[in-house]
């Protein structure tokens, strides 16, 4: 099991330019996440994913697209990026977050993203 | 609107020298409080799920309390490799999208000197 794999680790961008992070799991899980992590701010929630098809808005969703094609794969599109989106994200995915042990996500490893 | 707030920020203990970490939260009705471990580099790493007041979890060197208001997170006699950030979440219980959002505070730097 590889758990959480997402790709790149580290991306430099230009504002104004767009790229796509993906995030891919192999423990079967429905739910999937994006998260940002910014200094002196705790996790924020970006989008979510309960299943394939379904996705929807998390805290800060702006800028940002999602899309939920298959069960292991959950990408995250930065339309026109800017400097304010310069961060590390974290995807994570959970087997449920309504049913048994909820709140266990598993992360990946991040994806650093600096946007000039 | 969930809050939570992690003391202190950063935390230095000398290896041996016990102490606690402190979760406060707002929630407008918890389903469950959330420990991770993130280490320099890495995503978080779940470590303790608590669901009620006045549960305990425990986990090697560290013990996980929860009461209405706050949880604590207790490291006994802790070891160099003890050093990480401690991230603490909390669930809303309800319907809908409050169901499918970890509220995470900004976490606590714990560094344990040998």
New interface residues.
Partial sequence: NAG?TQTPKFQVLKTGQSMTLQCAQDMNHE?M?W?RQDP??????IH?S?GAGIT?Q??VPNGYNVSRSTTEDFPLRLLSAAPSQTSVY?C?SSYS??YG??????????SRLTVL | EDQVTQSPEALRLQEGESSSLNCSYTVSGLRGLFWYRQDPGKGPEFLFTLYSAGEEKEKERLKATLTKKESFLHITAPKPEDSATYLCAVQAAGSGGSNYKLTFGKGTLLTVNP
């Fill in positions: 959480v739910y996440s998260y002196g701010m705790g996790l924020r929630l979510y309960v929807d998390g805290e974290f994570a977050m309504v042990d909820t709140g266990e996500l598993f992360f990946g490893e991040g």
